[in-house]
């Protein structure tokens, strides 16, 4: 069937459509109900009963795929590579269930999972889901304080965590921490588990820490533990407007049924086919496309502890490919501007062959279009620029390459994908013309796989994304159609940014900096970078009468963030201000200062309170070469 028949059908009867998608997976008991209306939103599948382990590695098995490669470790930071068949992970897994068991985690008990890029993140997110308990996997590159904000929310049992992690050749110890984020967390956490690297043993401080090994050793496999389709699988933290993160819950069948057809319908894969996300655990596309996903599909899966470049050298992708026969792979455009920049003639890439691959798909920011011509022309395959979001947990609009490859427009991320009824809105929620940008939403329901809730608010889910337009979901991104339909986005109309294909929170930065003792008042926006496609940048106002330098203030600015929020934020630049543009309520003109660097024409408001306030902000940032 073509795309736009599937499609439409997917939107008309959504039932029969989902019902058909799930039942390609393997239930304990097949869900009578498809779609059910909650008060303001909707659940898939209800009453059906089921265990995304158990899909994901126990039935492989049983069907006599238990010898097949499952998850291959590859990593050029410790020289290691491991592979792992469906029976051996299912080993893993079900031992380390057991593991959770012995400390007291029960259905439903949360599990932080605070851990790099070693296949042990996947055995223990694994065996969360396999017990079901509820895991909540933090981001590596996030300081201690994130950590006990995300433990204080999600009120953890256990934190499972490794010695170290290691980035290109630095080695970061995890341990210390996560004591620090368990002293700082209000909660208490009853156990924390360690997995020990040979490159940095960590101090076990108290009867609270167990060693992975050990528990390995002493534990017993454990079986299956049924759960509702509803019920939660994890809590992924991820940035919003304001200082603290949001918790994504997304719950366990339908999230199955959409990852299944994804890799199907989207990244046209077969059961079998190898499968390399290049991203992290930490982050939405580890959880959908490093473990549930390609597992769930019986494909392999990759698991690289690398980046792109410099480990040890920007051939690295092309050389995993190759060494594995990677048929898709998936990454943040920003992972190929670094490739680009360190081998702009792609020498690296002509001493390997790409055979096995059938197409690069890329996420996480937009792809500007010179990475995609260049992508295109150095490896000859197709180029999929995707969209989606944390919230989603899997694509709202792609080229849905598995059913019919569609024409590809640079700049435009396809089309949406079945199930998602994108529309461009005004701010009166009205639907605009092919070619005007506007708000994008998503027409209620939203299908499988998107979250259910925020982890204990749910008066924040439906602030944050219901209420805005009546009936529709609003994805905090902006953009247009074209009048084939084609996507645009163009950015996010709130105070997320995104560096490196990493989300962070405006707001969570201008908390630390507030928190200065020289600053009276501050903003951060982002802006662009030729690598990381933006970079945050503060720009403060001084208490009166503080004498301070700028580049030690700046300094100290820039260690507070890391210290506070983490290297991930990539925080290297603070400007002082004499004033920064304000409404006469006193609301920054966030929006004018995001113009201002970006060189679009500012859009000032009437309210303004002080217009020279512009002029004065265009020479700091002037002085500092930020804008011409
Ligand atoms: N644990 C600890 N620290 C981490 C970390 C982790 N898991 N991940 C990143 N960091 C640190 C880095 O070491 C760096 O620290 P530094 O300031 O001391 O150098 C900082 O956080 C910023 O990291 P990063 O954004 O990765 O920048 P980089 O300059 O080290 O590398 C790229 C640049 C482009 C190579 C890298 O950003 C990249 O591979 N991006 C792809 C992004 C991606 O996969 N996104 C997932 C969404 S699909
Ligand atoms: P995250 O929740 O971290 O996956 O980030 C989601 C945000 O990243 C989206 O709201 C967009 O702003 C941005 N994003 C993701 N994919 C794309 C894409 N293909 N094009 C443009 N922006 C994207």
């Keep these: 069937m073509d795309y736009t028949t599937l499609y439409q059908r997917s939107i008309k009867s959504p039932e029969s459509f989902w019902r058909e998608q799930a039942q390609k997976l393997p239930w304990y008991q097949f869900p009578e109900t498809i779609l059910k209306q909650t008060d303001q939103n909707y659940s898939w599948f209800p009453d059906g009963k089921m265990n995304t382990c158990y899909m994901a590695l126990d039935f492989h098995v049983e069907q006599g795929r ?22 051996e992970l ?83 110890e995890y341990k210390p921490l996560v004591d620090e984020a368990i002293e700082l967390a209000s909660h208490a956490v009853e156990h924390c588990i360690v997995y020990q690297r040979e490159q940095a043993i960590a ?56 990852l299944n057809y994804s890799l199907s319908a989207i990244y046209n894969l077969r059961p079998g086919d190898v499968f390399w996300a290049a991203s992290d655990v930490g982050w939405v596309v580890g959880h959908s496309y490093i473990v549930y996903g390609p597992l769930i599909f019986g ?76 992508t295109r022309e150095q490896t000859r395959k197709p180029v999929i620029d995707h969209w989606w979001q944390t919230e989603t947990g899997w694509p709202i609009c792609a080229n849905p390459t598995g059913i019919e490859m569609v024409e590809t427009k640079p700049g435009s991320s396809t089309l949406p994908v079945p199930g998602y009824n994108v529309q461009v809105l ?14 994008i939403a ?17 008066a924040r889910f439906v602030s944050g994304y219901l209420s805005r337009f009546q009936g529709y979901y609003c994805s905090g991104d902006g953009g247009y159609k074209d009048k084939e339909g084609y996507v645009y986005i163009m950015g996010r109309t709130d105070d997320v940014i995104n560096v490196a294909g990493h989300r962070l929170s405006t707001g969570e930065m201008e908390e630390v900096l507030a928190a200065h003792p020289a600053v009276a008042e ?39 963030v890391r210290k506070e929020i983490g290297p991930v934020a990539s925080f290297k630049q603070a400007i002082v201000v004499q004033r920064l543009p304000k409404t006469r309520s006193g609301k920054i003109l966030r929006k004018v200062l995001r113009q201002m660097v970006s060189a679009e024409p500012l859009n000032v408001p009437s309210t303004i309170d002080d217009p020279d306030a512009i002029a004065d902000v265009q020479q700091s940032m002037r002085n500092k070469g930020i804008i011409q």
């Design 66 to 87: 238990g010898e097949q490669t499952a998850l291959i470790y590859d990593s050029p930071v410790t020289q290691t590579r491991q592979s792992f068949t469906y029976r």
């Design 90 to 172: 299912l080993n893993e897994v079900s031992v380390f269930a057991g593991a959770l068991q012995d400390k007291g985690v029960e259905k439903g008990d949360r599990v932080v999972i605070y851990m790099p890029m070693i296949p042990q993140a996947a055995v223990a997110m694994l065996a969360c889901a396999r017990i079901g308990a509820i895991h909540s996997v933090v981001f590596g590159g996030f300081a201690a304080r994130e950590l006990a904000v995300r433990i204080d929310d999600a009120k953890p049992k256990v934190i499972v965590t490794a010695s170290c992690g290691i980035e290109i050749n630095k080695v970061i």
């Design 203 to 258: 101090a076990m401080n108290s009867s609270a820490d167990s060693d992975w090994e050990d528990l390995m050793n002493q534990s017993h496999p454990v079986a299956c533990t049924p759960v509702a389709a509803t019920h939660p699988l994890y809590i992924l933290y991820t940035s919003g407007t304001t200082g603290k993160p949001k918790g994504v819950v997304r719950d366990n069948g339908g999230h199955a049924v959409a």
């Design 299 to 374: 494909a392999t899966t990759i698991m690289y502890e690398g980046k792109p470049v410099k480990t040890p050298d920007a051939g690295a992708f092309w050389r995993v490919i190759d060494d594995y026969n990677v048929n898709v792979i998936f990454a943040a455009p920003t992972a190929f501007r670094a490739i680009r920049k360190e081998d702009p003639e792609g020498g690296l890439l002509k001493k390997h062959t790409l055979t096995s691959l059938k197409a690069i798909f890329m996420a996480g920011e937009r792809l500007d279009p010179a990475t995609y011509e260049w």
């Design 426 to 439: 005004n701010e009166h929620g009205g639907e605009v013309a092919n070619g005007q940008q506007g708000a």
């Design 442 to 458: 998503i027409k209620l329901p939203l299908p499988p796989g998107c979250l259910l809730t925020i982890w204990q608010d749910e």
């Design 522 to 560: 501050c903003t951060v926006i982002g802006i662009a970078d030729s690598m990381k496609g933006q970079v945050p940048l503060g720009m403060v106002l001084l208490k009166d009468n503080v004498k301070i330098d700028e580049t030690t203030l700046e300094n100290e600015l820039v260690a507070m």
